[in-house]
């Protein structure tokens, strides 16, 4: 499910009395706030504030906040390693909604007791950091990063054969966990293909659609020298919501995105 469709879900969902406890925590390492695991105690500190407002209130809901807590701080701390900028979690004490988002955009911590999930600062965040690819073609090959969240989902090659003139998909990784590097010393490109790189990117852009659809893409961003980004961006149907003059098909996937998203 995208995270478009997730989005209207939870706008859907509600129940008669409060059983949704939303968390938004920054679990940034880079934050000087959250060194030594200090989102543990925003944690503690937002459900103990919520625990202590409940003191009131019928013990059926004190049960399901309960419930609902202890499902959430061991979900986190199983997952420590996991844990990227931020977490949003929506989760119901009926069990129908159980919902996690590790992010790699800016998250402020707040916890919420409702009736309903309260999804505003995720609809800001899915807003400057939608669905997106991430398109880098140069000279041979084309990398594709698809992200959402600021979180890379996929990083894919494709490389162009000169003998049936097709762009294929290469492997991700090598044997060595690298990404892997299009070798096209083993295949010589015409030099004609430079003087027509658009013609030469054309045979991407049904690949583009395909990508596009399948992902959920709300967007799409190419980023490569300026010859080859203007290129590839005039040989497709769809006009892409960037143009990035960097080569960064070597980069790693993070570098990427912040040069896309946070320039």
């Not at 790699?104 to 707040?110: D, G, H, L």
């Not at 995720?122 to 073609?137: D, H, R």
């Not at 996929?154 to 998909?169: A, N, R």
């Not at 030469?200 to 490569?224: C, D, I, N, P, Y």
């Amino acid at each position: 499910m995208t995270i478009n469709k997730e989005l209207q879900a939870l706008k859907e969902y509600s129940c008669s009395d409060r059983c949704v406890l939303s968390v938004y925590l920054n679990t940034n390492p880079g934050d000087p706030q959250q060194l030594n695991g200090g989102w543990k105690i925003h944690l503690k500190s937002g459900l103990k504030r919520i625990g202590e407002y409940l003191e009131s209130s019928d013990e059926n809901e004190k049960k399901a906040f309960n419930k609902i807590k202890k499902k959430i701080i061991n979900e986190l701390e199983s997952n420590q390693q996991e844990l990227r900028k931020g977490v949003v979690i929506f989760a119901s004490a009926n069990d129908d909604l159980w919902s996690v988002h590790h992010v790699q955009v800016p998250v402020k911590t707040n916890i919420y007791w409702e009736n309903h999930p309260v999804i505003e600062q995720l609809e800001y965040m899915y807003k400057a950091y939608p669905e997106a690819g991430i398109i880098m073609p140069s000279f041979g090959e084309v990398r594709i990063l698809d992200t959402a969240m600021g979180f890379v989902r996929d990083d894919v090659t494709f490389k162009y054969d000169p003998v049936s003139e097709k762009w294929t998909e290469q492997k991700k990784l090598d044997s060595k966990g690298r990404r892997a590097i299009a070798d096209n010393k083993s295949a010589v490109l015409d030099p004609r293909y430079k003087v027509n790189k658009n013609s030469f990117f054309k045979g991407m852009s049904t690949t583009l659609e395909q990508l596009k659809k399948k992902r959920g893409w709300r967007e799409f961003h190419v980023a490569g020298e300026a010859e080859m980004a203007n290129a590839f961006a005039e040989s497709i149907r769809d006009i892409p919501a960037s143009r990035i003059y960097k080569n960064l098909n070597n980069s790693k996937a993070n570098d990427v995105i912040h040069q896309v998203f946070e320039k």
